[in-house]
Each structure stands twice: as C-alpha cells, then as structure tokens.
C-alpha cells in the first residue's frame, strides 16, 4: 500500500476511526454519538462577514447572514466540558479572527481540554497580539501539536495578494510579520502548530513566486506549508462544477505537478513539511456515495445563528441541512446529533442543489462506500 504524504492533521479517516475506537459498530445505531469536532462559524464583527475578497471564497455566491449567536455557543461548550474533542474556529464565509468572542471561545475550549483548530486569512493577528497580546495568549493556552493555527496566505508577493484577495491595500506584509510574531512567540514550546496554506491561481503561481514563499517559510520556520487548487465555488450545478475540474484542476494539476515536485519535502520531517494535495482529494466525481458518515466527524455551529449538518452547508443557502437554532440547552443539541447521524440521510440531497463535500467529507464517506461493499 502506498504511504500517505500528507501530516497526520490531515488523514482524515484515520482520525475518525481513531476517534471512534478503532470500528465501526456504534455507526447508525439510534445513539448519538459525540462527533470528533465542532466547527464554529463565528459571525466576524456582527457586520461585514469578512474584510477580504477572495474570488474563490467557497460561500462567494451563497447568503451570509450575521446573526450573534456566541452567549448560547459559550454556555453551550461549558456543558459539553469537552465531551467534543477538537473546536475548529473557521468559516463557510465569516472571518473568525474578526469577532470579538474569539479569545473567549478558545479559553473555554482549553478549560475542558478540547483541541483547537483556527482557520483565518491573517490579516489581524499581528494588530491584535500589539493591542491585546493576542498570539502570546493563544501560545500560552496551547498544550500541544493538535492545536493549530492555519493561515490562508495564497500569495508569494504584495501584488498577487491584493489581486488573489480582492484587496486595494498591500495586506501580505502585515500577514507575514504575523506569523513571524506566532512562531517567535511560540519559542521552544513550539505549539501550537502553524500551517500556512497556499491556493494555487494564475496570480501567484509562477515559479519564481513559489520558490520565494518557500523560502520565506523556511526561515519563519512554519510547520507545513501546504499547496493546491481551489475548489469551485459552493452552490454550482454539478455539471458547471465538471467543466471547472476539466479547464482548471486536471489542467493546472499537470503544471503544478512538474513545477512543484522538485520543491518539495521529501519526508515529514522536514521543517516546514511542503506538499501539494492534487484534486482528486476534491474530485466532484467521486461524489456517488449513498449515505454520509461526515456526521460523525463533525457538527457546525454556522454563522447565520443555526446548526448545520456539517461546515460545506453552513449558509441559508442550505436550508435542507439545518438541524436547529444554536442553543445552550446541551439536551437538544444531543437530538440535532442523534438527527444528523441519519442512516436514511442521502446525499444526494446535497448534491442536487450545488452542495458539494469538502475534503474531509469525500475522504471519510468514499473509504465508509468501500468498506460496505467489501
């Protein structure tokens, strides 16, 4: 069997079955189980849900509603006391970095011992650690590799950042001496981890902007620097997603192979670990399963105020996917789980209206499909 390339914190059935005790027995019971984590979706400032304008943010054609929702979430994790494993802090379309509950949410996922994951574009943790000492809390709370923080950078220069992002002002250099900032923090203590990610467009993929991102990670001394293609857009009819897999991800998979594969780590110990994920991780094709198990990796708390069936549908847009409104009471959010892990739930309820699995979904729900036909 080929060996996996890719950092443990991104095998992802691996850690679902880790999660689940090594099998499968309990799946599709009539018990619910406690997913291995939660996506909360913050709602960014209550205003804008994010202050940049990325041409491929996956919710770009999706509605993104602010609705505060963080007391009932806050109480809701008290009870919980960590019963969730990991609390991934991202957004289907909101910036978590721009909310003001950011910090407390963390602390309270620390408190009970959960593992957090924090998704963001970057542009504020250089301001924040300056006014409030932000980075040097987060290192402190952090016990070990598990936690992580993940910055979308998708650029090697100012100029293919204001393009790739939609922006008018030069924000990569803010975002580069915040990671500085993260992992001079950090020190010898060396969590939580860094990963920096690294969208590949017709803006910033020329060789010499790859080679010169790499060599700025290697002297930030990231962890992981991650490369790959965008996905299309959420909400796309299936056939409009085909075409975008024929004209971008087969044909830029080609380029990037031959360009990026003499750039790359050559083992996992290396630091930053740099590697590409193709697009078959992302393959609209590979979408033909009959049941989704995504529900027992994951729950999402979405920025409009609702939970969602997991963090690919967490917009209005998605409306099939709600399970309710957020909520303190820690007995009714048992129900939305139990009414998640739905063995009749099939997903071409999803599909048929653009909603598409993410990387995790399609990874854990093709290897379930083989596992039931063997």
Partial sequence: MEKDFRPGGYQYFKMLKSHLGDDFVNIFKGKALYPRQLEIHLPADHKNPCNFNCYYCQGKILEQPLVRFELDALELLEKLKGKVPYHIY????SEPMMNPYMM???????KYGSKFGIHTNGSLLKTLEDSQGWISELCHIATDKQDYLSISLDAGSSESHMKTKGLKKNWFDEIIKGIELAVRIRGSANVPAIR????LNRFNSSEEEIKRIIEIMKDIKVDSLRFSIPYDLYGKDFNTVRDYKKRIEIQGNKEYLKMLGPLMSKTK????YIFYLPPEYQDVDRMNFNQCIYCYYQITLAADGYVYKCSSTGTPSFKMNRLGKITRDIK???????ANQNPNFHPSTCFRVGARCNRMAL??????KQINEN
């Fill in 363 to 368: 990874e854990v729900n093709n290897k379930w």
């Fill in 90 to 93: 991202g957004g289907a379309y």
């Fill in 269 to 272: 110990e290396e630091k930053p």
């Fill in 196 to 199: 920096v990610c690294y969208l």
């Fill in 332 to 338: 009714e959010f048992e129900k939305m789980i139990l």
């Fill in 104 to 110: 407390t949410f963390l602390n309270t996922s620390k």
